[in-house]
């Protein structure tokens, strides 16, 4: 009975590992995403002194719409990712915390 009970928490922790670097991923995702509007913008500013703003407008407002559509989206998914790898840290602690015997191997 006590080793089922060793490997359901071993295995609820393997569980909450996996999920944190699910999370982890979405975090590496949401950093590229927001990155790429930076890059774009730092382009056009650079390439700015060969063309007027004027005369392509048509082509700019789409470009920085979709700018900071990219950098909504990368802004989600990063605080979406903090704030599931800070649930998933806490719920590894209270597992320590009510397994004591199983803690030392979950460090």
Not at 17 to 26: D, I, Q
Not at 46 to 74: E, K
């Amino acid at each position: 009975m006590q080793n089922d009970q060793e490997s359901l928490i071993i295995n609820e922790v393997q569980l909450l590992l996996a999920e944190k670097r699910t999370s982890l991923a979405t975090l590496r995702t949401g950093i590229a995403v927001l990155i790429l509007p930076l890059s774009v913008m730092s382009l056009l500013i650079a390439t700015s002194r060969y063309y007027d703003v004027v005369h392509v407008i048509p082509l700019i407002v789409p470009v920085i719409t979709i700018c900071a559509a990219l950098t909504l989206l990368g802004s989600y998914l990063i605080i979406r990712a903090i704030i599931r790898l800070r649930h998933h840290d806490q719920h590894i602690l209270s597992l320590k915390r009510k397994h004591s015997e199983i803690a030392e191997f979950m460090e």
